[in-house]
């Protein structure tokens, strides 16, 4: 399946809370390239996240790649600096996808695995995750920590949108 977008085309991100059935954090980007079963989106330098579970919107200072994958229990892509030097790479552990008009959500399932730009990864976040594992379905839970290795692997190999390893920038300052 292509998601049913146009390059060019807006689309708000939404990642949601479960059990709660609360929107978590969102932001806006722009469609770049659509894939068979995945799309990539763009967010430009300074573009807005807005945290609804800590009452805050925040000027991004960076620019960003994301990459949607149909049934993937992960999406993700490269952080870039101005120059489009890659600083880091950030992929959520999520449910699939939904793909809506005007919008793609999900559910964030806590887990997040930082990779830097020489490939070197880092799983965070999973004493949240463990805390909120007896909440989720456990095909949610088993799928999840599946999706940790997964991406490792998408990294290693330098999947798209992965670019080859670069210079070690150290690790980027997260919200």
Known sequence: ?????????TLR?????????R??????????????????LHMPLGFEFHHESRGQTLPV?????????????YSGGPDLDP????????????????????????YD??????????????????EEFAAKAGAYPEAWI?????????VRLHVQEGRWPVRPAEEDRGWLKRL
């Not at 998601?3 to 085309?9: A, L």
């Not at 980007?29 to 799309?39: L, P, T």
């Not at 399932?109 to 999973?126: I, N, P």
């Not at 088993?142 to 997964?150: G, L, N």
């Open 109 to 126: 399932l806590e887990l997040d695995v930082r990779c830097k730009a020489d490939h070197t990864c880092l799983v965070v976040d999973q």
């Open 23 to 40: 929107l978590h954090y969102w932001w806006m980007g722009q469609v770049v390239e659509i894939r068979e079963g995945a799309v990539l």
């Open 83 to 106: 120059q489009g030097r890659v600083l880091e790479y950030y992929w959520n552990i999520q449910t699939p996808p939904r793909f809506e008009p005007g919008r793609i959500w999900q």
């Open 142 to 150: 088993e799928s999840a920590q599946k999706a940790v290795e997964e």
């Open 1 to 9: 399946m292509r998601p049913p977008y146009r390059q060019g085309q």
């Open 13 to 21: 991100l939404e990642f949601w809370k479960y059990p709660q059935q």
């Open 61 to 73: 200072d960076h620019q960003g790649y994301v990459a949607f994958f149909e049934g993937g229990w």
